[in-house]
C-alpha cells in the first residue's frame, strides 16, 4: 500500500551537479512527528535512465540523486518502520533539478493521512539562475522555424532573447542587450560555435532533439567563454523500448510568390535498446532542401548516431556523431557515491579549415559545515582553428552552493580564463543569493551579479567584457502557474558596436505542457544605449506562445499552437504562427501526425520579414 503526505512542494534545485544533466534532491521527515528519516532507501527511474539510480537519506533525512539525464521519473522511497511512497512525474532538465520534500507515513499510524495535491515543480527557488527548457512536445505543438525547423528556432519564446539584425539564417540571438556574438551553442554538452565567426555552427532538425535549453541570466562559474548566454540541445537517445520515426517538412508556398522558393525537409529516426538497461543506440537522418531561382538548390545532409552503454552500476559512456561533430561523455558516480563526475571531449568540424578541438571535466560533491554545501570543480580547454589564425583556450573553476539554513541558498564562485590569441589571464567572480520566502518551495526572490568575457572570433579578437547584476521575484501562484518580475542591468566595456549599458525589465506568465495546454507570455521594457544608435536596441518586446489538445476521440486528438511576437523597431515587427494538427491512432503501435502551419500570418512584410508561408507535416511514429 503506497500513502504519503507532501508535505512541501517540489523546488527546481540550485547548481546541478552537470550542465547536460540534471538531479533529484531533498529531504524526508516522518508525516507523524516531522522529523527527518535517516537511511531511508529512494530509488530514481524512468524510460531516459539505465536501469535505475539510489539514494539514501542521511541523519538530516536529506538524499542527492545526480547524473539524471533530462526526462520524466518516478521516485520510490522505503524507510524501516514506514509505508513505503512512490512519486511520478518529476520532471528534469539539463543543467537544473528538482528538490523534494516528502512526509512518509509511519506504519504504526492508525488515522489514515491526508494527500495533498501535487504541484508540478517549475520553480527554481534555489539558485539565481533564470533560463527555459523548451520540451520535445512543445516543439511539435507550436510552429518554430521558417525555412527550417532547427533546433535554435525555438529559443525566441524565451523572455529577453531576440534574433539581431531580424530575419537571418541562421538567427543570430541576443540574450538580454549582450552583443549576438556573446552566445554560446551547444549539442549535448560540445560547443558547435563557430570560432571564425562566434555564430552558430551545427543546425539540427527539431525531430531529433529532446529539448532545448536557454540560460539567459545568473550563470554559475562552470559557464564560460560567454556574455550573453547559452543556447543548448540534448538530442534524443535509445530507450528499452525500440522507437521510430519518419516525417516530412513540406513549404511549397509563399506569398505573393515573387520568386519560385519552397523548402522541403524529411527523414527517419530510429532507437531501441541492443541490450536492455545496459546498451543503446539511436540514429536518424535527414536532408534538407531549399530551392530558390537566385541560388538554385541548396541541400543539408543532417544525420545523428548515439551509443550510450552503461558498464557498471552508477556509470555511463555515450558515444555521438553529429553531421561533423564527435563527442565522447563520461558520467560517474565515484568514491563510494560520494563524487559526481562529468567529463567531455569532441571535436567540432566545419568545412576543411575552421574546427575546435574541446574537453571539460566537471566534479561536484557534497560537505557539511555550518550548514550544506554543494561543491563544484572543474577545468576546461579548447583549441580553435580557422585557416591559419590558431587560438589556445583554458580555464579552471570552483564553486560553493551553501545553504546556511533552510530556505536561503548562497552561491559563490571563481572562474580563470586564459586566451593566447589575446595574451590575457582573466577572474571571473560570480555571486547569487535565493530566498524561498513563501518556505514552501513555491517562490523565490533572488539576485545575481558576475563577470562575464565572451570569446571573440578568430577574424575579429576584440572580446566584449560584461559585469551583471539581476534581481527578480517569482510565484507559483496556481498549480504550475508561474508568474515573475525580473530586472537586468549590464554594463558592457570594449564591445566592438560601441553599446554601453543595458537595462530589462521582464513580466512574465510561463506555465508548462500539463492538462493539455501550455502557455508562455512576457513583456520586456529595455533600453540599450552606447555610442551611436545601436542595431540590438528594441525597447519593447511582447511575446506569447500558448497550445491546446483536444481529444476529439479515442483515437483523434487535435491541436492547436500559436505563436505571437510584436517586437518595437523601425518599425515594428508584428508576426503570428499558428498551427493546426491531428494526432490520430493507427493499429498498435503506430500513430500518424499532420500538421498545417500558416508561417507570419499577418503577412506583413516591413523592415525585411518574410512573407505569408504555408507548411505542411506529416510524421509515422511508433
Same mark, same amino acid.
Given at each position: 500500500?503506497?500513502?504519503a503526505c507532501?508535505a512541501?512542494?517540489?523546488?527546481? !534545485?540550485?547548481s546541478?551537479?552537470?550542465?547536460?544533466?540534471?538531479?533529484?534532491?531533498?529531504?524526508?521527515v516522518?508525516a507523524?512527528?516531522?522529523?527527518?528519516?535517516?537511511?531511508?532507501?529512494?530509488?530514481?527511474?524512468?524510460?531516459?535512465l539505465?536501469?535505475?539510480?539510489?539514494?539514501?537519506?542521511?541523519?538530516?533525512?536529506?538524499?542527492?540523486?545526480?547524473?539524471?539525464?533530462?526526462?520524466e521519473?518516478?521516485?520510490?522511497?522505503q524507510?524501516?518502520?514506514?509505508?513505503?511512497?512512490?512519486?511520478?512525474?518529476?520532471?528534469?532538465?539539463?543543467?537544473?533539478?528538482?528538490?523534494?520534500?516528502?512526509?512518509?507515513?509511519?506504519?504504526?499510524?492508525?488515522t489514515?493521512?491526508?494527500?495533498?495535491?501535487?504541484?508540478i515543480?517549475?520553480?527554481?527557488? +534555489?539558485?539565481?539562475?533564470?533560463?527555459?527548457?523548451?520540451?520535445?512536445? /512543445?516543439?511539435?505543438?507550436?510552429?518554430y522555424?521558417?525555412?527550417?525547423?532547427?533546433?535554435?528556432?525555438?529559443?525566441? #519564446?524565451? @523572455?529577453?532573447?531576440?534574433?539581431?539584425?531580424?530575419?537571418?539564417?541562421?538567427?543570430?540571438?541576443?540574450?538580454?542587450?549582450?552583443?549576438?556574438t556573446?552566445t554560446?551553442?551547444r549539442?549535448?554538452?560540445?560547443?558547435?560555435?563557430?570560432p571564425?565567426?562566434?555564430?552558430?555552427?551545427?543546425?539540427?532538425?527539431?525531430?531529433?532533439i529532446?529539448?532545448?535549453?536557454?540560460?539567459?541570466?545568473?550563470?554559475?562559474?562552470?559557464?564560460?567563454?560567454?556574455?550573453?548566454?547559452?543556447?543548448?540541445?540534448? +538530442?534524443?537517445?535509445?530507450?528499452?523500448?525500440?522507437?521510430?520515426?519518419?516525417?516530412?517538412?513540406w513549404?511549397?508556398?509563399?506569398?505573393?510568390?515573387?520568386?519560385?522558393?519552397?523548402?522541403?525537409?524529411?527523414?527517419?529516426?530510429?532507437?531501441?535498446?541492443?541490450?536492455?538497461?545496459r546498451?543503446?543506440?539511436?540514429?536518424g537522418?535527414?536532408?534538407?532542401? !531549399?530551392?530558390?531561382?537566385?541560388?538554385?538548390?541548396?541541400?543539408?545532409?543532417?544525420?545523428?548516431?548515439?551509443? +550510450?552503454?552503461?558498464p557498471?552500476?552508477?556509470?555511463?559512456?555515450?558515444?555521438?556523431?553529429?553531421?561533423?561533430?564527435?563527442?565522447?561523455?563520461?558520467?560517474?558516480?565515484?568514491?563510494? /557515491?560520494?563524487?559526481q563526475?562529468?567529463?567531455?571531449?569532441?571535436?567540432h568540424?566545419?568545412?576543411?579549415?575552421t574546427?575546435?578541438v &574541446?574537453?571539460?571535466?566537471?566534479?561536484?560533491?557534497? !560537505?557539511?559545515?555550518l550548514?550544506t554545501?554543494?561543491m563544484?570543480?572543474?577545468?576546461?580547454?579548447?583549441?580553435?582553428?580557422?585557416?591559419?589564425?590558431?587560438?589556445?583556450?583554458?580555464?579552471?573553476?570552483?564553486q560553493?552552493?551553501?545553504?546556511?539554513?533552510?530556505?536561503?541558498?548562497?552561491? !559563490?564562485?571563481?572562474?580563470?580564463?586564459?586566451?593566447?590569441?589575446?595574451?590575457?589571464?582573466?577572474?571571473?567572480?560570480?555571486?547569487?543569493?535565493?530566498?524561498?520566502?513563501?518556505?514552501?518551495?513555491?517562490?523565490?526572490? $533572488?539576485?545575481?551579479?558576475?563577470?562575464?568575457l565572451?570569446s571573440?572570433?578568430?577574424?575579429?579578437p576584440?572580446?566584449t567584457?560584461e559585469?551583471?547584476?539581476?534581481?527578480?521575484?517569482q510565484?507559483?501562484?496556481? /498549480?504550475?502557474?508561474?508568474?515573475g518580475?525580473?530586472?537586468?542591468?549590464?554594463?558592457?566595456?570594449?564591445? @566592438?558596436?560601441?553599446?554601453t549599458? $543595458?537595462?530589462g525589465?521582464?513580466?512574465?506568465?510561463?506555465k508548462?505542457?500539463s492538462?493539455?495546454?501550455l502557455?508562455?507570455?512576457s513583456y +520586456?521594457?529595455? #533600453?540599450?544605449?552606447?555610442?551611436?544608435n545601436i542595431?540590438?536596441d528594441y525597447?519593447?518586446?511582447?511575446?506569447?506562445?500558448?497550445a491546446?489538445?483536444?481529444?476529439?476521440s479515442?483515437?483523434?486528438?487535435l491541436?492547436?499552437?500559436t505563436?505571437?511576437?510584436a517586437? &518595437?523597431?523601425?518599425?515594428?515587427?508584428?508576426?503570428?504562427?499558428?498551427?493546426?494538427?491531428?494526432?490520430?491512432?493507427?493499429?498498435s503501435?503506430?500513430?500518424?501526425?499532420?500538421?498545417?502551419d500558416?508561417?507570419?500570418l499577418?503577412?506583413?512584410?516591413?523592415?525585411?520579414?518574410?512573407?505569408?508561408?504555408?507548411?505542411?507535416?506529416?510524421?509515422?511514429?511508433?
Open positions: 500500500m503506497t500513502r507532501l512541501v512542494p517540489f523546488l527546481l !534545485a540550485a546541478a551537479a552537470a550542465q547536460t544533466t540534471g538531479e533529484i534532491s531533498g529531504r524526508i516522518d507523524q512527528t516531522e522529523r527527518p528519516v535517516a537511511a531511508a532507501v529512494v530509488v530514481a527511474s524512468g524510460p531516459a539505465q536501469g535505475a539510480e539510489t539514494g539514501r537519506t542521511d541523519s538530516d533525512g536529506e538524499f542527492e540523486i545526480g547524473l539524471l539525464p533530462p526526462g521519473y518516478a521516485l520510490n522511497v524507510a524501516d518502520g514506514h509505508q513505503s511512497f512512490s512519486q511520478e512525474r518529476l520532471v528534469v532538465h539539463a543543467g537544473r533539478g528538482i528538490r523534494v520534500h516528502l512526509a512518509i507515513v509511519p506504519d504504526a499510524w492508525l489514515a493521512p491526508v494527500r495533498l495535491r501535487v504541484q515543480p517549475v520553480l527554481p527557488v +534555489t539558485t539565481a539562475q533564470t533560463g527555459a527548457a523548451v520540451s520535445r512536445e /512543445r516543439m511539435e505543438l507550436i510552429p522555424g521558417r525555412d527550417e525547423r532547427s533546433y535554435e528556432s525555438t529559443t525566441v #519564446s524565451t @523572455p529577453g532573447v531576440l534574433i539581431v539584425p531580424p530575419w537571418v539564417e541562421p538567427p543570430a540571438l541576443q540574450i538580454y542587450g549582450s552583443p549576438a556573446g554560446r551553442y549539442i549535448d554538452g560540445l560547443d558547435v560555435t563557430n571564425a565567426t562566434d555564430q552558430q555552427g551545427r543546425r539540427l532538425l527539431q525531430h531529433f529532446e529539448e532545448v535549453d536557454v540560460e539567459t541570466n545568473g550563470l554559475g562559474a562552470g559557464y564560460g567563454r560567454v556574455a550573453g548566454g547559452i543556447v543548448q540541445a540534448i +538530442t534524443k537517445s535509445g530507450g528499452n523500448e525500440l522507437h521510430g520515426s519518419a516525417f516530412l517538412d513549404m511549397p508556398i509563399e506569398v505573393p510568390r515573387q520568386s519560385l522558393r519552397y523548402n522541403l525537409e524529411g527523414g527517419a529516426e530510429l532507437g531501441g535498446p541492443i541490450q536492455r538497461d546498451l543503446w543506440f539511436y540514429a537522418f535527414a536532408p534538407v532542401l !531549399a530551392v530558390t531561382t537566385s541560388s538554385g538548390a541548396q541541400t543539408d545532409y543532417q544525420y545523428i548516431g548515439k551509443l +550510450t552503454w552503461r557498471g552500476e552508477g556509470q555511463t559512456l555515450a558515444l555521438a556523431a553529429i553531421s561533423d561533430d564527435l563527442s565522447l561523455r563520461y558520467l560517474g558516480h565515484l568514491f563510494d /557515491r560520494g563524487a563526475v562529468e567529463a567531455i571531449a569532441g571535436w568540424h566545419e568545412g576543411s579549415a574546427s575546435s &574541446q574537453s571539460r571535466l566537471q566534479i561536484g560533491h557534497r !560537505a557539511e559545515l550548514g554545501h554543494r563544484l570543480y572543474g577545468i576546461e580547454t579548447a583549441r580553435d582553428s580557422a585557416g591559419d589564425v590558431r587560438r589556445w583556450y583554458g580555464a579552471a573553476f570552483a560553493d552552493t551553501w545553504s546556511p539554513f533552510r530556505d536561503a541558498f548562497v552561491q !559563490a564562485g571563481l572562474r580563470i580564463e586564459r586566451d593566447d590569441l589575446a595574451d590575457a589571464t582573466d577572474l571571473l567572480p560570480r555571486v547569487g543569493v535565493s530566498w524561498d520566502f513563501s518556505g514552501r518551495g513555491v517562490s523565490r526572490a $533572488y539576485a545575481f551579479f558576475g563577470r562575464f565572451d571573440p572570433p578568430l577574424t575579429a576584440q572580446r567584457r559585469r551583471d547584476f539581476a534581481s527578480g521575484v510565484s507559483q501562484i496556481w /498549480r504550475d502557474l508561474v508568474a518580475l525580473d530586472y537586468v542591468h549590464k554594463h558592457f566595456s570594449d564591445a @566592438p558596436d560601441g553599446r549599458s $543595458y537595462d525589465a521582464t513580466l512574465f506568465l510561463a508548462p505542457l492538462a493539455s495546454s502557455l508562455q507570455a +520586456t521594457l529595455s #533600453s540599450l544605449r552606447g555610442a551611436g542595431a540590438g525597447p519593447n518586446a511582447l511575446k506569447l506562445d500558448a491546446y489538445a483536444y481529444e476529439w479515442a483515437k483523434t486528438t491541436t492547436c499552437g505563436s505571437f511576437r517586437i &518595437q523597431s523601425s518599425p515594428w515587427q508584428t508576426t503570428l504562427d499558428v498551427r493546426l494538427g491531428m494526432i490520430r491512432s493507427l493499429s503501435p503506430y500513430l500518424l501526425t499532420v500538421t498545417l500558416a508561417v507570419n499577418f503577412d506583413r512584410q516591413a523592415g525585411g520579414e518574410p512573407p505569408l508561408a504555408i507548411r505542411f507535416g506529416a510524421r509515422l511514429s511508433f
